[in-house]
C-alpha cells in the first residue's frame, strides 16, 4: 500500500539558518512526490515535484528537495529559512504504475514549519 | 489561465442541512478529484471523476455524500443532513488526463471551508 510520513509535527528554525523538512514514503513502482505548503485558511500552493531524472529538484521560494531512492526519502530543504516560511507543508506521493488508484494523492499528516525571527 | 475554482470559499451550515460545495476546474482538465482535511490532519482522497461518471468513490462516506461532474457546469460534492463531524476543508484538484504520466498531476483549488453548527 502506498503512504507517506513525515515523523514531525513541528519543526522550528531559526531566521538565516537552514530548514529541512522529514518525507518518506513507501509506493510499489516509481514514485512521484510532490511537496505542498498551506498558509493559514488558504489552499495547497504546489512547491515542487520529482518524477524522473536529476535527485535534487529546486521549486518555488527557493526551496529544494533530494529524492533518495534507497532511503525512500524526500526531504524538502531551504539553504536560508525567512519568517514568511512559516506554514504547513506536505508530502504527497502518488504511484507512477499504470495500476488502478495510481491517480490517488497519498498525503503526509503535515508538518508545521515555524521560523523565528 | 484560470486555476482550479471553488465556491463558497466558507460555508456555515446547521446540523442537518444539506450543503452543496462547487468545483470547477482549470480549462481543458476533465478529471476531477475530491479531497476532505480534517483540523490537524492532511488531506484525504474522497471521489475521482471524469465527465458524467464517477470512476472512483472508495474514500467517500457511503451515507449522505454524494458527488457529481455533469457535462455542462461545475462538479458538485453534496452533503446530506450535515453534522458536525462534517466540519472540514474541503478540496478539489483537477487534471488534464486520468493515467500516471508527467504531464498528469493534479492542481487544487483553494477549498471550501465547511463549518457546522
Known sequence: AQSVAQPEDQVNVAEGNPLTVKCTYSVSGNPYLFWYVQYPNRGLQFLLKYITGDNLVKGSYGFEAEFNKSQTSFHLKKPSALVSDSALYFCAVRGGTSTSGTYKYIFGTGTRLKVLA | ?117
Not at chain 2, 482550479?4 to 470559499?9: F, K, L, T, W
Not at chain 2, 446540523?15 to 478529484?33: D, F, N, T
Not at chain 2, 449522505?64 to 474541503?90: H, M, N, W
Request: proline letters at 7%; charged letters at 25%; hydrophobic letters at 30%.
Open chain 2, 1 to 117: 489561465n484560470a486555476g482550479v475554482m471553488q465556491n463558497p470559499r466558507h460555508l456555515v451550515r446547521r446540523r442537518g442541512q444539506e450543503a452543496r460545495l462547487r468545483c470547477s476546474p482549470m480549462k481543458g482538465h476533465s478529471h476531477v478529484y475530491w479531497y476532505r482535511q480534517l483540523p490537524e490532519e492532511g488531506l484525504k482522497f474522497m471521489v475521482y471523476l471524469q465527465k458524467e461518471n464517477i470512476i472512483d468513490e472508495s474514500g467517500m462516506p457511503k451515507e449522505r455524500f454524494s458527488a457529481e461532474f455533469p457535462k455542462e457546469g461545475p462538479s458538485i460534492l453534496r452533503i446530506q443532513q450535515v453534522v458536525r463531524g462534517d466540519s472540514a476543508a474541503y478540496f478539489c484538484a483537477s487534471s488534464r488526463h486520468p493515467w500516471a504520466g508527467e504531464d498528469n498531476e493534479q492542481f487544487f483549488g483553494p477549498g471550501t471551508r465547511l463549518t457546522v453548527l
